[in-house]
């Protein structure tokens, strides 16, 4: 299976890097996984909502880009369905028997997703009724999908 973490903006922290290139690590012998970054839209802090709505907007052009043709398409979303770690394991295995070879999760910026984007997932999670920033969602998503395949392979992790 290959997934894909596609996000806006890049993740400064040192420690939720080294987190995430962890997690990329133990997935190595699951699944393919690519982090694929994609430029945040630059405005003024003060920004009005029409400009916000304008960089959300170039935002979801630049994920649309870059989601391979044919991917079963998870979008993060405050709205969306709350998953146990055995539930987006359960998902996961049903994938993988369908055939859905491709899997891209989507992480916007801080201004969320596009309507555009939102219309082109196939489902709508949430990790949490609690906020996050995005570059800890990153991390939180990864662990959560190392944990999924764990859990399928009956593999000591998750308790």
Same mark, same amino acid.
């Given at each position: ?16 890097? +080294?987190?995430?290139? +962890?997690? +990329? ?14 430029? +945040? ?6 920004? $009005? ?47 993988? =028997? ?7 999760f ?7 997703? $596009? ?5 082109r $997932? ?7 009724? =609690?906020?996050?920033?995005?570059? =800890?969602?990153?991390l939180?998503l ?18």
């Amino acid at each position: 299976m290959q997934i894909r973490i596609i996000a806006v903006g890049r993740i400064k922290e040192k420690f939720l890097q +080294e987190g995430i290139a +962890e997690y +990329e690590k133990r997935l190595r012998p699951y699944a393919k996984v690519q982090v694929i970054e994609v430029p +945040e839209e630059k405005r003024p802090a003060s920004a $009005s909502p029409s400009v916000e709505r304008v960089a959300m907007q170039k935002e979801g052009e630049r994920i649309l880009a870059v989601i391979p043709e044919g991917s079963f398409v998870v979008a993060l979303a405050i709205q969306g369905e709350d998953w146990s770690s055995t539930a987006l394991a359960e998902a996961i295995s049903h994938w993988e =028997m369908a055939g859905r070879n491709q899997v891209a999760f989507i992480i916007g910026g801080d201004l969320g997703l $596009s309507p555009a984007v939102l219309a082109r $997932s196939s489902l709508r999670l949430s990790l949490s009724r =609690m906020t996050f920033t995005h570059p =800890m969602a990153r991390l939180l998503l990864i662990e959560q999908i190392y944990r999924a395949f764990r859990i399928l392979r009956g593999e000591p992790y998750h308790k």
